[in-house]
């Protein structure tokens, strides 16, 4: 079948494409920004990629009618609950005017378990999706999931960010909410599985684990997985704003999917439109069980998909490549240098896509750290989002609070976009160039156009922590792995 993957390069869409194409399926992937959405050389040879903004229909024009089956996994991106309703009937209606003129046969879209008479905003947003989308002529399948545990997954990361960094929790009421939390391989099974189900056309299902549990429960299970104790202790004075900015600070999260996910706390998501299990029988992983596999994906660096992976710090950012040719002029650059053997590239590159994450950055973590609390003060993403993989680097990745542009191992390039909070925009280049001497040459540019007074103002007051940091960053980096460190000094230019 020839099946439409609309948000091809979210968490979601992208575990799917491999199962999808392990069944014998044409893909045919829907993103915004192609540079966010990494193949296989065996995957583009079975899926055809195309750039669509449901937001602009002039952006769907060209789009093919031939298809099977087409995917919904869409969300908006905005910090305004009202807003991303907005976005999120626009986006609805866009997809339901286009796919009306192919020739699918089914829609499939996963949506959010939402039983209750009162709603959140947020699970109010997906349902109004669900109701746009029924009214399209095609037949609608919707599965709705509770929360998804799988690694990279944003409640995953959430959960294990509070787990594993705080001992003693007082947490808001909420966490006496029950769910139905499930895994991401079970719902693959459920959606892979509905292509083409007659037996799924027009109807509804919610989906979920084999287990009821509170957020306290869930909590204090995954402690028992990572063989810690934890103590935790509910609060009924904390207000949303307060939880909102306590999940805010104390895990990786956005502070967008904090109000949302706070939000959506006062609901609970469980199992009631049944009937999914008996038309598409699987056994269903414990908690503690999608808890583990997660672990064994990280330990096996096959974390295929992370929830930061579209994540963009700019929700009015439709496309990285508006960054990717670095500026010259109206720019501040801090630019230094290092020979090292030619023979000895290879570990320098290995040194370069290992940077951030767990890695940290060479030289002055602490500083780094720092930086990144001072990011979260503010707003901004911190550095908490770490890595997806502790050596891979792709486009589009997220890298701490940086995005990656360009990882080009082959032409020895790597060219990250900062979505920290800044009076401007800056970039951060790592290059490796032959020289006629035999040696190789390592270049690290850090770029700065600032945005009026402001910007100036802060590249001038972080001047001083440039000529010791980032001159030791590159100095490690050349050095890491090394038995004997180079003799070759930095040379430094700039303004």
């Not at 046969?105 to 039983?115: D, E, M, R, T, V």
């Not at 990279?152 to 959960?159: D, N, T």
């Not at 007659?198 to 919610?206: I, N, S």
């Not at 630019?335 to 890695?359: H, L, T, Y």
Request: net charge neutral; charged share 25%; with cysteine.
């Amino acid at each position: 079948m020839k099946i439409l993957l609309s948000g091809a390069n979210g968490y979601i869409g992208k575990r799917l494409i491999p199962v999808l194409i392990d069944e014998g399926h044409e893909i045919i992937a829907l993103v915004r920004d192609r540079a966010t959405l990494h193949l296989s050389d065996e995957e583009k040879e079975k899926v055809k990629v195309y750039e669509a903004d449901f937001l602009n229909p002039n952006s769907l024009e060209g789009l093919p009618i031939e298809i099977d089956v087409a995917f919904y996994l869409m969300h908006a991106l905005s910090n305004n609950a009202g807003e991303i309703s907005t976005m999120e009937r626009q986006i609805a209606e866009n997809f339901v005017d286009y796919i009306d003129h192919t020739e699918a046969k089914q829609i499939i879209y996963l949506g959010g378990i939402s039983n209750d008479d009162h709603l959140s905003k947020h699970l109010s947003s997906r349902l109004l999706t669900e109701e746009l989308l029924s009214e399209s002529k095609v037949p609608l399948t919707v599965l709705r999931a509770a929360i998804i545990i799988g690694s990279g997954g944003a409640s995953f990361e959430i959960i294990r960010d509070l787990v594993e960094k705080l001992p003693v929790m007082v947490t808001p009421k909420w966490l006496n909410t029950k769910c139905q939390p499930i895994g991401i391989r079970n719902v693959i099974n459920y959606l892979s599985a509905s292509v083409g189900n007659e037996a799924l056309y027009g109807k509804t299902f919610d989906i979920g684990g084999p287990e009821v549990l509170t957020y306290k429960e869930m909590l204090l299970q995954f402690a028992e997985v990572r063989g810690m104790k934890r103590y935790i202790g509910t609060l009924p004075v904390m207000t949303p704003r307060l939880s909102s900015y306590w999940l805010y600070f104390v895990t990786s999260t956005s502070y967008r999917i904090a109000v949302n996910l706070v939000d959506s706390m006062k609901n609970e998501v469980i199992v009631k439109k049944k009937g999914i299990r008996e038309i598409i029988p699987q056994d269903l992983m414990s908690y503690k069980d999608s808890v583990k596999l997660a672990f064994k994906r990280i330990e096996q660096n096959m974390v295929v998909s992370s929830w930061t992976d579209t994540q963009l710090n700019h929700p009015s950012q439709r496309s990285l490549n508006h960054y990717i040719q670095v500026p010259q002029n109206g720019t501040f650059k801090d630019q230094k240098s290092i020979e090292f053997p030619a023979d000895e590239e290879q570990r320098v590159i290995d040194n370069i896509w290992s940077i951030g994450g767990e890695r940290g950055w060479y030289y002055g973590n602490w500083l780094w750290k720092i930086r990144g609390y001072i990011d979260k003060l503010f707003g901004g993403v911190g550095l908490r989002r770490g890595r997806r993989s502790p050596d891979q680097i792709y486009n589009g990745d997220s890298l701490d609070f940086w995005r990656v542009l360009l990882a080009d191992q082959q032409g020895k390039r790597l060219l990250l976009f900062a979505e920290m909070k800044l009076p401007g925009d800056a970039w951060l280049e790592f290059k490796i160039e032959s020289l006629e001497n035999g040696n190789s040459k390592l270049s690290q540019t850090a770029t700065f156009r600032p945005k009026g007074l402001n910007g100036r103002l802060y590249w001038w007051s972080v001047m001083p922590f440039h000529l010791f940091v980032f001159k030791n960053m590159i100095r490690s980096i050349a050095n890491y792995g090394r038995k004997e460190p180079l003799s070759s000094q930095v040379l430094n230019a700039g303004n």
